[in-house]
């Protein structure tokens, strides 16, 4: 199937082609994933426009799985399983490490979600943090929005390996699920724990970047379009990388502007791009514009939201992407789709909408709210909904993007 020539020209043929050749499409990409270090999981932010697709945002330590169709995380308790199984074959104790912020309880509704998935998914499963202004000795209990109890232990690391204090004796953890951003590292020295831990914390945002992310997205679907023939401009947001910004001194924001600009003629008139902090977390860090002079006459208030994301990290390189304008609306608002993945396969997702945006807009932002979308109908054969089918297969290649960044650090 591999031609010099592109024969699927437009999203029509596109879907019609994804949905005749489900099976072998899957085939290709599970022969590209069987190379890569598969995180253990991941999300995905996807847009969709009246003319392509586009996977936006990519999250290496998810939350939000309280979100995910409680069908859709039923049917994925093999997944995990297996998955946890792939890491460490003799897993039983699983340590789930998450966020600092346990004020949010929202997200601890999202931490009972995954404690129960690992149960389900017939593990023993323990929250526990290595944050010393969280816990010391002693365990603390916490209650999530929906009135879940969540008991959060302190990690201890003693000849390489984990454990952690229960009834005063330490019980050894089997395998670490990270579900920290390490934006703000955790004080462990992670090249010397030989408990196996996913996705490795060596990628946290202390270091990553998105401009890399679709860098390896790129070339990932320019590869997969070549093979089947298909024109990329389908399925990818066009975007520039800009560094040595400096929002607080101004520096390097003509440069900025000038690639905003630059980017902006090769897209259809009255269109937006989305500037984007490229180690930005939790919708920190974004601009929306429609000319580079925007972030020229850009004022302080504004340049002090770009300037300083998550735990004060400075932001200092800017991914420049093309705004898809999302077709997508639930309750007349416009939405956009989030697809959840264990092991680089998907298993379920939601609709991200908000109500205070318009459908050029960063709608992870004030006023989102999270509807359930159920992907149980996607099946191999015949028996599936295409557009899920599109979602899925350009979230495994966001996931296979961020496999090549994990292999750059390891």
């Given amino acids: 199937m591999q031609n010099t020539q592109f024969t699927i020209l437009n999203k029509d043929q596109l879907d019609t082609f994804i949905c005749k050749n489900w099976d072998h499409i899957n085939q290709y990409l599970d022969q590209k994933k069987s190379t890569l270090p598969i995180p253990f999981y991941s999300s995905v932010d996807i847009r969709e426009s009246k003319t392509k697709y586009a996977p936006v945002d990519h999250n290496m330590y998810p939350a939000g799985f309280n979100n995910v169709c409680a069908v859709d995380l039923k049917a994925a308790l093999p997944v995990i399983h297996n998955a946890i199984k792939k890491i460490n074959p003799t897993a039983n104790i699983v340590g789930i490490i998450p966020e600092s912020h346990t004020k949010n309880l929202f997200y601890l509704d999202h931490l009972a979600t995954l404690y129960r998935l690992m149960q389900s998914a017939q593990f023993t499963p323990y929250i526990i943090t290595f944050d010393p202004a969280l816990t010391q000795d002693e365990p603390i209990q916490l209650t999530s929005q929906d009135g879940s109890s969540i008991t959060m232990y302190c990690g201890i690391i003693q000849n390489h390996k984990t454990y952690i204090k229960v009834n005063n004796e330490l019980c050894p953890i089997d395998t670490l699920v990270m579900n920290h951003d390490q934006s703000n590292p955790l004080p462990v020295d992670w090249k010397t724990v030989q408990t196996p831990v996913s996705p490795t914390p060596l990628i946290g945002w202390f270091q990553r970047q998105k401009n890399n992310h679709f860098h390896h997205y790129k070339i990932l679907i320019d590869e997969f379009c070549q093979h089947f023939s298909i024109n990329p401009d389908l399925l990818q947001a066009k975007f520039r990388a800009v560094n040595d910004v400096d929002f607080e001194t101004k520096e390097g924001l003509d440069s900025l502007a000038d690639s905003i600009d630059e980017l902006l003629k090769e897209l259809p008139e009255g269109s937006k791009v989305f500037a984007k902090a490229s180690q930005g977390t939790y919708g920190m860090g974004i601009s929306v514009v429609s000319s580079g002079e925007e972030i020229r006459q850009m004022n302080r208030k504004t340049r002090n939201k770009m300037d300083v994301g998550k735990n004060s990290i400075k932001f200092t390189s800017v991914l420049v992407q093309e705004g898809v304008e999302t077709i997508l609306k639930y309750d007349d608002a416009p939405a956009?789709?989030?697809?959840?993945?264990?092991?680089?396969?998907?298993?379920?997702?939601?609709?991200?909408?908000?109500?205070?945006?318009?459908?050029?807009?960063?709608?992870?932002?004030?006023?989102?709210?999270?509807?359930?979308?159920?992907?149980?109908?996607?099946?191999q054969g015949d028996d599936h909904k295409c557009k899920e089918a599109i979602y899925s297969i350009m979230a495994r290649l966001s996931t296979m993007a961020a496999a090549k960044e994990i292999l750059e650090v390891l």
């Fill in 336 to 379: 956009e789709i989030t697809i959840y993945l264990i092991d680089g396969e998907c298993i379920g997702g939601f609709m991200r909408t908000n109500t205070e945006k318009d459908s050029l807009s960063n709608l992870n932002s004030r006023g989102m709210i999270f509807r359930k979308l159920c992907m149980t109908d996607i099946h």
